[in-house]
Antibody, heavy 119, light 107 residues
Framework: EVQLVQSGAEVKKPGESLKISCKGS????????IGWVRQMPGKGLEWMGI????????RYSPSFQGQVTISADKSISTAYLQWSSLKASDTAMYYC????????????WGQGTLVTVSS | DIQMTQSPSTLSASVGDRVTITCRASQSISSWLAWYQQKPGKAPKLLIY???SLESGVPSRFSGSGSGTEFTLTISSLQPDDFATYYCQQYNSYLWTFGQGTKVEIK
């Protein structure tokens, strides 16, 4: 069974750093892209970027380029999303998603990680 | 970026109603469009891909159509489990974009 299991909820202060994780199982982790999707409170879905763990090829949405870093450790089948300096506006639910690449949809979603940034 | 515009933003309907949601792309995306359903507190779930292909396990009352820039999601007979928010998403390029969502409410 394909699963994407994300790390738990985080409460941080503005200016702090953070790295959240997404562990894939039940499939070949290096053969699928892992993406990240943001959902701010009461709002819609925003694609942030994707990584191919097989060779670490990474692409970002222009809206998030320079704001976050996406990485992966294929030895432990885990992808990461990190911030170096959080802002209150980063408060949101973050989902990791699986994608087969090319012209294919998102076929699996993680359960989401809620990040709250507040002083 | 390709912009995706859904309409309506909110839809009030009764059990048994036929419901149609529209999604328009700012430029042609061929048939590279997916529809997702999201219930409160849950991750979205894939319903339709490649504009009209039904994901395995999704009830046949859901259907999708369209190509180019105009797409529709139809629920033929709305069921209690279908009250949720629906999003379209284009994957014509790696610069994915989502529609703003359509909330289907109980009338």
């Amino acid at each position: 069974e394909v699963q994407l299991v994300q790390s738990g909820a985080e409460v941080k202060k503005p200016g702090e750093s953070l790295k959240i994780s997404c562990k894939g199982s039940g499939y070949s982790f290096t053969s699928y892209w892992i993406g990240w999707v943001r959902q701010m409170p009461g709002k819609g879905l925003e694609w942030m970027g994707i990584i191919y763990p097989g060779d670490s090829d990474t692409r970002y949405s222009p809206s998030f380029q320079g704001q976050v870093t996406i990485s992966a450790d294929k030895s432990i089948s885990t992808a990461y999303l990190q911030w170096s300096s959080l802002k209150a506006s980063d408060t949101a639910m973050y989902y990791c998603v699986r994608n087969a690449g090319g012209n294919s949809p998102i076929d699996y979603w993680g359960q989401g990680t809620l990040v709250t940034v507040s002083s | 970026d390709i912009q995706m515009t859904q309409s309506p933003s909110t839809l009030s309907a009764s059990v048994g109603d036929r419901v149609t949601i529209t999604c328009r792309a700012s430029q042609s995306i061929s048939s590279w469009l997916a529809w997702y359903q999201q219930k409160p507190g849950k991750a979205p779930k894939l319903l339709i891909y490649k504009a009209s292909s039904l994901e395995s396990g999704v009830p046949s009352r859901f259907s999708g159509s369209g190509s180019g820039t105009e797409f529709t999601l139809t629920i033929s007979s709305l069921q209690p489990d279908d009250f949720a928010t629906y999003y379209c998403q284009q994957y014509n390029s790696y610069l994915w974009t989502f529609g703003q969502g359509t909330k289907v409410e109980i009338k």
